[in-house]
């Protein structure tokens, strides 16, 4: 119970607006093993793992071949993901968080992180519309996504109904790679072009480096494949709340958090 509450006190605190991933144990997995993921909250690709809490997220689903199964486990589940025979082919898993809440000490932070996602023109608006340079909160939701091969993990990834997603338009298990990975972003019912794209890879011997990539018109972009490495991208959203969330939530932004990892095979 002790390990819980810390676990539910880390949910609640500001660290969680970080990044928030979905982390295989092994990317490639036999049909006759079990699949084990982590849900992990964090930062530079390094982060706490949390566990299974159903009333923290609004869909967990694997998706295989277009059909959709819900991710069982029981709550306090750590790791949160351990699927006994999970089905042959490319798993997609999905996971949609429930709204949280973060609140800003200062502007600098706010600054900062604008910069860093990419948010032209906020600062701006911010001052327009008379809000509070000091002390004051965003609401924001994650939409996280894992590819993993079982067995030939044959297959192609959907949209599978994430506000905000990215799609993967290569296989990284049965594709040829040569010419990197394809992806396509998107933010409600089109494609979010001309945006930032940011990608981890961990190399085999645990290096981590970060690279910002940009969305074309389509929202497509082609992010280079290394043999043996794993790799997280993630694309945020910021937008004005609507009257109903910001009255509920008492905040002035909501942001809305894509995130997908994968493996190239080594």
């Not at 970080?18 to 982390?23: A, G, K, V, Y």
């Not at 092994?26 to 930062?43: E, F, K, L, R, W």
């Not at 000490?105 to 992180?113: H, L, N, P, S």
């Amino acid at each position: 119970m002790r390990r819980l509450t810390l676990m539910l006190a880390l949910l609640a605190s500001p660290v969680s607006a970080h990044e928030f991933w979905l982390q295989p144990l092994d990317y490639t997995v036999s049909p006759d093993a079990t699949m084990v993921v982590q849900i992990v909250n964090g930062s530079d690709y390094t982060g706490q793992n949390l566990p299974y809490i159903p009333q923290r997220f609004a869909l967990f689903n694997d998706v295989v071949n277009g059909k959709v199964m819900a991710i069982p486990g029981r709550t306090g589940d750590v790791p949160a993901v351990q699927l006994s025979n999970p089905p042959e082919g490319l798993n997609v898993l999905a996971y949609q968080a429930q709204n949280a809440t973060v609140d800003y000490k200062d502007w600098d932070t706010f600054v900062r992180f604008t910069e860093h996602k990419d948010f032209p023109g906020i600062l701006n608006r911010h001052r327009e519309r008379g809000f509070p340079e000091e002390a004051f909160r965003e609401v924001y939701s994650r939409y996280s996504k894992s590819l993993i091969a079982v067995g030939s993990g044959a297959g192609k990834d959907t949209r599978t109904g994430l506000e905000t997603e990215i799609v993967a338009l290569t296989n990284p298990y049965t594709d040829d790679v040569s010419s990197g990975m394809r992806f396509q972003l998107w933010y409600g019912d089109a494609p979010r072009a001309n945006v930032r794209f940011e990608v981890y890879d961990r190399a085999p011997d645990g290096t981590v480096t970060r690279t910002f990539f940009k969305t074309n018109g389509q929202g497509m972009v082609t992010v280079p494949a290394k043999k043996g490495y794993t790799y997280m991208a993630d694309a945020v959203v910021i937008r004005e709340p609507s009257a109903a969330l910001a009255e509920q939530t008492g905040a002035l932004w909501e942001t809305l958090w894509a995130n997908m990892t994968w493996a190239i095979p080594g």
